[in-house]
């Protein structure tokens, strides 16, 4: 049984994007228009490479971000609040979410590449903002993204939980490779699986996983 595989888990890892809320909420969608408008502004493009710069540097660095700091040595904070600046209420609550994570044993944290304020808006939208005992973002990886490994290093460190005792839940699978690395269970939370040895876990609905687990 599943529930069997998490019995020894104690720590829950939530990725934020994607994860916490459908993609067909289109959330992600408003940043990318941001993130569009402050390369175009930024490096001086037109919008048509300011989108293509866009992708090539989550592609090639893991974030846009990222890109843009090592490529251009962008100041990273007012890019940050620029391009989480959106409206978000297109997210609707969800109970059954929220009731599922409370009900798992032990610590519940959120670690994305977006910014702690950003992640404690889409919580607040989804109505899952009292459930967790830490909320970590790119920030606290001193700017390093998802998937390098030094990102993860710096945040499971700070948090200091026993990576062999937990899981984390995540859309992009890239992000998965240096979790599964490092000892947790991966669960790919995405409408299609992806084969790779280090995903052990995917599923299409996460309250429908998370609900198989207590």
Do not use: C
């Not at 994860?19 to 067909?24: A, K, M």
């Not at 989108?51 to 700091?69: F, I, K, N, P, V």
């Not at 700017?143 to 200091?160: C, E, N, S």
């Amino acid at each position: 049984m599943i529930r069997q595989d998490f019995s020894q888990t104690d720590t829950w890892v939530f990725d934020l994007d994607n994860t916490l809320y459908p993609p067909h909420m289109r959330l992600f969608d408003q940043i990318e228009v941001k993130m569009t408008d402050y390369v175009s502004t930024a490096l001086g493009v037109d919008p048509t490479e300011a989108d293509r710069l866009r992708g090539h540097y989550w592609e090639t660095h893991g974030t846009t971000l990222a890109g843009l700091m090592r490529e251009h040595d962008l100041d990273p904070d007012p890019y940050l609040i620029a391009v989480h600046d959106i409206d978000f209420s297109v997210l609707d609550p969800d109970p059954a979410l929220a009731a599922a994570i409370s009900a798992l044993p032990g610590r519940k944290m959120i670690y994305t590449n977006g910014t702690a304020p950003y992640a404690r808006n889409v919580l607040a939208a989804r109505g899952l903002s009292d459930l967790w005992d830490a909320i970590y973002g790119v920030e606290h990886a001193d700017y390093h993204p998802k998937p390098d490994r030094a990102a993860f290093d710096r945040v499971f460190g700070t948090d200091g939980f026993d990576t062999t005792r937990a899981a984390m839940f995540e859309d992009d699978p890239r992000n998965l490779e240096q979790p599964h690395a490092m000892g947790l269970r991966t669960i790919h939370v995405a409408p299609a699986p992806v084969i790779a040895p280090y995903i052990g876990d995917h599923t299409p609905d996460l309250t429908a996983f998370l609900s198989q687990l207590v």
